[in-house]
């Protein structure tokens, strides 16, 4: 007869444990990144907003996001007029109206000339300028496809980019390596002060 009660899992097999607690790794991937204070990417706004994700470029306000939805509204309607079939569309409307309009001068002797109002007035088939809220249109150039209207609108855009890529490749072998590369070449463009402050810190090599 037993003593003791028999041991609810025999020896060669392992007991179902919890969630691992108090190991190095856990401590780790629990404590987290959070993002810094950081800048609206719409062009009018650039308010100040603490994001709640790091791929989050845009404030929470009410009508910055309502333009911004304009914004990509008036995008998707711009490439929609770059197809043949809307083309087409557009040439037999504007055809249809000047018909209409031949027909109604015909009836009045003088009539008056107003002044285009809408998409009318404006280039129908020009691309909007791909930073968000910028109805410009884009800037042109001879060599290359232009995708900004001004260098203000491209230099907005490339360092929202440039700090996404940063945060994906953070914790990686080569994202080390790159944010280590980029901090020795930054190093002499710092001021004295920072550069004084940086010197007697501890460098960090970078990993091989």
């Given at each position: 007869?037993?003593t003791?009660?028999?041991?609810?899992?025999p020896?060669?097999?392992?007991?179902?444990?919890?969630?691992?607690?108090?190991?190095?790794?856990?401590?780790?991937?629990?404590?987290?990144?959070?993002?810094?204070?950081?800048?609206?990417?719409?062009?009018?706004?650039?308010?100040?907003?603490?994001?709640?994700?790091?791929?989050?470029?845009?404030?929470q306000?009410?009508?910055?996001?309502?333009?911004?939805?304009?914004?990509?509204?008036?995008?998707?309607?711009a490439?929609?007029?770059?197809?043949d079939?809307?083309?087409?569309?557009?040439?037999?409307?504007?055809?249809?109206?000047?018909?209409?309009?031949?027909?109604?001068?015909?009836?009045?002797?003088?009539?008056?000339?107003?002044?285009?109002?809408?998409?009318?007035?404006?280039?129908?088939?020009?691309?909007?300028?791909?930073?968000?809220?910028?109805?410009?249109p884009?800037?042109?150039?001879?060599?290359?496809?232009?995708?900004?209207c001004?260098?203000?609108?491209?230099?907005?855009?490339?360092?929202v980019?440039?700090?996404?890529?940063?945060?994906?490749?953070?914790?990686?072998?080569?994202?080390?390596?790159?944010?280590?590369?980029?901090?020795?070449?930054?190093?002499?463009?710092?001021?004295?002060?920072?550069?004084?402050?940086?010197?007697?810190?501890?460098?960090?090599?970078?990993?091989?």
């Amino acid at each position: 007869m037993l003593t003791h009660s028999p041991r609810a899992f025999p020896w060669e097999i392992e007991p179902p444990v919890g969630t691992c607690q108090g190991t190095r790794k856990h401590r780790a991937d629990a404590r987290g990144r959070h993002p810094r204070q950081r800048k609206c990417l719409r062009k009018g706004c650039r308010r100040k907003y603490k994001p709640r994700r790091w791929n989050q470029r845009y404030c929470q306000d009410p009508e910055c996001k309502r333009q911004v939805n304009r914004w990509r509204a008036a995008r998707r309607q711009a490439k929609r007029r770059q197809a043949d079939k809307v083309k087409a569309q557009h040439a037999e409307a504007e055809k249809a109206r000047r018909q209409l309009t031949k027909s109604a001068s015909q009836a009045v002797p003088k009539p008056e000339v107003a002044p285009a109002r809408g998409h009318a007035a404006k280039l129908f088939f020009a691309p909007l300028c791909d930073r968000p809220g910028c109805h410009n249109p884009r800037v042109i150039s001879v060599r290359n496809p232009a995708r900004y209207c001004c260098p203000a609108c491209r230099r907005a855009v490339r360092i929202v980019l440039d700090r996404e890529r940063k945060w994906r490749s953070r914790g990686t072998l080569d994202g080390r390596k790159k944010r280590a590369y980029e901090y020795q070449t930054a190093l002499p463009r710092r001021s004295p002060r920072q550069r004084n402050t940086s010197a007697e810190a501890p460098s960090r090599s970078p990993p091989e």
